[in-house]
């Protein structure tokens, strides 16, 4: 079946570089997405990714897709604590719905 | 400004009592989904609705119900049924099967 999966929590320094892995296995999820939700929020999308990109750059993020490994990674430049967060990876699936994870909490120490 | 309004934001129900939650979007999204998040863990699917006056169970609508009598509106009400009804409830809204989601800010229920 459909199921998306990611590590559940990264801790980086203010500053450093944060990457956030995903796997999914629906080879047929035409685009992938990556949500951010703050504590007693909703969720807020990031950016996300058609299916025949390998990368998208969006100011200090950069979204890569490796296909053949189903994998979807996140990578923050320069990481702030305001990007302290919850982060979602989500693709869709054939019937239109979106499959999320369980979630990566990023913790930033000053 | 466009967006989707969940209300309230806090809720208390007592055991064996019904509530409901609001959600609202004003986007001419199509459709509108039910999400609940337990702390620590990701998002389960409650019911979703593709289209007015039609909706479907997700992986957990036992104990909750809804309704889509117009395009904006798609309210959850949690049952007395629902065993274990304390969690922090999401709506969210797309433009049909294409297009990312919109989220609502959320309603955290408490039973007390």
């Known amino acids: 079946g459909e199921d998306v999966e990611q590590s559940l929590f990264l801790s980086v320094r203010e500053g450093d570089s944060s990457v956030i892995n995903c796997t999914y296995t629906?080879?047929?999820?035409?685009?992938l997405y990556w949500y951010k939700q703050e504590p007693g929020a909703g969720l807020q999308l990031l950016t996300y990714?058609?299916?025949?990109?390998d990368m998208k750059q969006d100011q200090r993020l950069t979204v890569l897709l490796n296909k053949k490994d189903k994998h979807l990674s996140l990578r923050i430049a320069d990481t702030q604590t305001g990007d302290s967060a919850i982060y979602f990876c989500a693709e869709r699936s054939n019937t239109g719905k979106l499959i999320f994870g369980q979630g990566t909490t990023l913790q930033v120490k000053p | 400004d466009g967006g989707i309004t969940q209300s309230p934001k806090y809720l208390f129900r007592k055991e064996g009592q019904n509530v409901t939650l609001s959600c609202e979007q004003n986007?001419?999204?199509?459709?509108m989904y039910w999400y609940r998040q337990d702390p620590g863990q990701g998002l389960r699917l409650i019911y979703y609705s593709q289209i007015v006056n039609d909706f479907q169970k997700g992986d957990i609508a036992e104990g909750y119900s809804v309704s889509r009598e117009k395009k904006e509106s798609f309210p959850l009400t949690v049952t007395s049924a629902q065993k274990n009804p304390t969690a922090f409830y999401l709506c969210?809204?797309?433009?049909?099967?294409?297009?990312?989601?919109?989220f609502g800010s959320g309603t955290r229920l408490t039973v007390v």
């Open positions: 629906d080879s047929s999820s035409t685009y």
């Open positions: 986007l001419n999204h199509d459709a």
């Open positions: 969210a809204s797309s433009f049909g099967t294409s297009g990312g989601y919109t």
């Open positions: 990714i058609f299916s025949n990109m």
